[in-house]
């Protein structure tokens, strides 16, 4: 089985300050790991997504993440914060087997303040 | 790009009617899936659907729900006599394979409100 969890519901950053999103996994199984955005009134996008490649992962807009699995750990930063970057982030996991079902974090809330 | 469309965008129905929910998968996509999101709660993983059967589903979908790809593009979910609870954001996915690495691409998402 396996779980994301994403501590707070609620990240406020300065425009051009660092993003630091959590995110972390509980998988019984090497997993895929997957970060989507979601902007209002929109469908869920992929930003980046982990596959065993690299453990450094980049994706759209800036964003990366780093596998870490001593932590079981795929946090997502972006250096410096846009206005654009205000929206709902989702971490999921995946396993790799036959199962292929996404299991996701409740999300949290980026704002960005001027 | 190719995208996953979803209609209606919101649906508002009385308890115990019955709803369905429509979605056009990118067209050379084979594994469908639904996902929901009462607000304020985790997207959860509803079903996922290949080559015209169910593939896996949770232990939500119970028998109110069915899916079915009533033509070549269509994926349909309905839900027979709706409940409260099932009021939520109803999101429609597809993705090319059932490989874990690969993307499952969303809907925009239906926001079903059960009165």
């Known amino acids: 089985a396996q779980s994301v969890t994403q501590l707070g519901s609620h990240v406020s950053v300065s425009e051009g300050a660092l993003v630091l999103l959590r995110c972390n996994y509980s998988s019984s199984v090497p997993p895929y790991l997957f970060w989507y955005v979601q902007y209002p009134n929109q469908g869920l996008q992929l930003l980046l997504k982990y596959t065993s490649a690299a453990t450094l992962v980049k994706g759209i807009n800036g964003f990366e993440a780093e596998f870490k699995k001593s932590e079981t750990s795929f946090h997502l930063t972006k250096p410096s914060a846009h206005m654009s970057d205000a929206a709902e982030y989702f971490c999921a996991v995946r396993g790799t087997g036959a199962n292929s079902k996404l299991t996701f974090g409740k999300g949290i809330t980026l704002s960005v303040r001027p | 790009e190719p995208e996953v469309t979803q209609t209606p965008s919101h649906q508002v129905t009385q308890m115990g009617q019955e709803v369905i929910l429509r979605c056009v998968p990118i067209s050379n996509h084979l594994y469908f899936y639904w996902y929901r999101q009462i607000l304020g709660q985790k997207v959860e993983f509803l079903v996922s659907?290949?080559?015209?059967?169910?593939?896996?589903k949770s232990e939500i979908f119970d028998d109110q729900f069915s899916v079915e790809r009533p033509d070549g593009s269509n994926f349909t979910l309905k839900i027979r006599s709706t409940k409260l609870e099932d009021s939520a954001m109803y999101f429609c996915?597809?993705?090319?394979?059932?490989?874990?690495?690969?993307?499952?691409?969303f809907g925009p998402g239906t926001r079903l409100t059960v009165l």
């Open positions: 996915a597809s993705s090319e394979d059932r490989a874990g690495y690969n993307e499952q691409f």
């Open positions: 659907f290949y080559n015209n059967e169910i593939s896996e």
